[in-house]
């Protein structure tokens, strides 16, 4: 079993940032990848950006290229997502994945942050 636990969300305007962190345990903790999804108010969840656990190669939507850089930090098990130029089309619940060794889908997720970019 894997637990994951987002913080760091909040009320920003435009152009500001924010930092959003998830946490992991679980004794068979065995990612192959983290990932940040957000679901609007009425829209499909959609992919955010993506990181391989052990390379650390990172993947992004195109909407956020340039603006947003997650980053992991092995030893402590905790993925982040830096969030600059906030733009009120970015706001949504934010919620860290994992994939774990052996799957091919993000099976484990957190409880979700709220991100609210006023205008």
């Known amino acids: 079993q894997v637990q994951l636990v987002e913080s760091g969300g909040g009320l920003v305007q435009a152009g500001g940032s924010l930092r959003l962190s998830c946490t992991s345990s679980?004794?068979?903790?065995?990612?192959?990848?983290m990932g940040w999804f957000r679901q609007a108010p009425g829209k499909e969840r959609e992919f955010v950006a993506g990181?391989?656990?052990?390379?650390?190669?990172?993947s992004y939507a195109d909407s956020v290229k340039g603006r947003f850089a997650i980053s992991r930090v092995i030893v402590k098990k905790t993925v982040a997502l830096q969030m600059n130029d906030l733009k009120p089309e970015d706001t949504a619940v934010y919620y860290c994945?994992?994939?774990?060794?052996?799957?091919?889908?993000?099976?484990?997720w957190g409880q979700g942050t709220q991100v609210t970019v006023s205008s």
């Open positions: 994945a994992c994939r774990t060794v052996g799957t091919s889908d993000f099976g484990y």
């Open positions: 679980g004794r068979t903790f065995r990612a192959a990848a």
């Open positions: 990181i391989s656990w052990i390379a650390g190669s990172t």
